[in-house]
Structure formats: C-alpha cells, structure tokens
T-cell receptor
Framework: GQQVMQIPQYQHVQEGEDFTTYCNSS?????IQWYKQRPGGHPVFLIQ?????EVKKQKRLTFQFGEAKKNSSLHITATQTTDVGTYFC????????????FGGGTRVLVKP | NAGVTQTPKFQVLKTGQSMTLQCAQD?????MSWYRQDPGMGLRLIHY???????DQGEVPNGYNVSRSTTEDFPLRLLSAAPSQTSVYFC?????????????FGPGTRLTVL
C-alpha cells in the first residue's frame, strides 16, 4: 500500500537555528498536507500543497511540493520554543481515492 | 460550532471487554476517519467513511468496527479489547473536495486495556 516516509524521526534544534523535515513517497501524490501536534494535543492543519513544484510560506515556515509530486519539505527558520511538537505530512495517493494516510512524523525539540 | 467531539476522554478496559468510542461533528463534513496513535508514533488509519452508509478499511482495521448511519456521527467499536489496543484514538473529519479537505481532529480518547 501507499507509504509516506518522513525524515528525520527526531530533530533537536538550537533556538534560532533553521531545520528542514522531509516527506517522501514511492507513488505520485494527489496533494500533500502538513499538520502540527503539540505535546499532549491533537494534530492541527497547517497547509495543503496541490500543484507540482508549489511553494507556500507561513511566516517562518516554508512548504514545498516536489516537481514529480512524490516528495515535500517543511523548512522552519529561526526556530522558537513555540515550534516544539511533532510535524506530520499526510497524503492521498492518486490511485488511492479518498484515503488519507500520515507519515510517521518528525518530533522537534528546541534547546533554548 | 463545537467542531469534532469525542467521548470519553479516558477509558480503562479489561481484556475481552467491548466498548464504543463516540465521535461527532457539526460541520456537515462528508469524510470522517479514525486513527490510533501509539506513544512516540505516527497516526495509523483504522477506518474511514466518505459519507453516510459508506465505510472502508484503513491500515489497521482488525479488532474494530465502524458504521456511519448519519453524516454527524462515526462511532468506533472495539469488539473484544486486547492490550495491543492501548493507544490514543483520534477522530477526524473534512470535506471531500479535492482542494478543500483540511482535516479537523477531535481531542482524542486515551484508552488503556489491562
């Protein structure tokens, strides 16, 4: 079945530094969504990317969708303690209809 | 709008017991789904529904049943609880539109099976 792999699994970041998390699929994706889950909370939608090569920004967060629609990345600049949490990508493969599946997530810890 | 609500928030079961986790949404979303999240892990899809009367299996459906008799409600039934089902369960809903399908999650149910 469809598998979406996220790397790295864990990310320890010094406050103020940048980091990137990646989401990779072996199949072509219809679109990709990113979610953030704070410790003890539930996932909250951040953004959706639909078009090949699409780039979207939300303040310090930059999201990219690959040209082949098989990978995506989330880049955070000048990390803050409020960025702590787990970031998930989620996708629907073009051949999988409505079923939305999640990657394993990148757990981000920020060192002040 | 209340969004997506889940009950109970916490539950402890003994092995072999059955129970139903409730999920309701008031946003008229067509798509609803159940996920389980084990400690330090991602979200695994259990079952999903694209509308009333229509359900389908996700990645880990064994041991769980669902039904969708109304647009609003999507209960998850554990038939005979096992310790391996100890987890946090999230219900989510969204529109089915391919361009507008942000998932809204409920607060979760923390289930422990002894």
């Amino acid at each position: 079945g469809q598998q979406v792999m996220q790397i790295p699994q864990y990310q320890h970041v010094q406050e103020g530094e940048d980091f990137t998390t990646y989401c990779n699929s072996s199949t072509t994706l219809s679109n990709i969504q990113w979610y953030k889950q704070r410790p003890g909370g539930h996932p909250v939608f951040l953004i959706q990317l639909v078009k090949s090569g699409e780039v979207k920004k939300q303040k310090r967060l930059t999201f990219q969708f690959g040209e082949a629609k098989k990978n995506s990345s989330l880049h955070i600049t000048a990390t803050q303690t409020t960025d702590v949490g787990t970031y998930f990508c989620a996708s629907r493969a073009q051949a999988a209809g409505n079923k939305l599946t999640f990657g394993g997530g990148t757990r981000v810890l920020v060192k002040p | 709008n209340a969004g997506v609500t889940q009950t109970p928030k916490f539950q402890v079961l003994k092995t072999g017991q059955s129970m139903t986790l409730q999920c309701a949404q008031d946003m008229n979303h067509e798509y609803m789904s159940w996920y389980r999240q084990d400690p330090g892990m991602g979200l695994r899809l259990i079952h999903y529904s694209v509308g009333a009367g229509i359900t389908d299996q996700g990645e880990v459906p064994n041991g769980y049943n669902v039904s969708r008799s109304t647009t609003e409600d999507f209960p998850l039934r554990l038939l005979s609880a096992a310790p391996s089902q100890t987890s946090v369960y999230f219900c989510a809903s969204s529109y089915s539109s391919p361009t507008y399908n942000e998932q809204f999650f409920g607060p979760g149910t923390r289930l422990t099976v002894l």
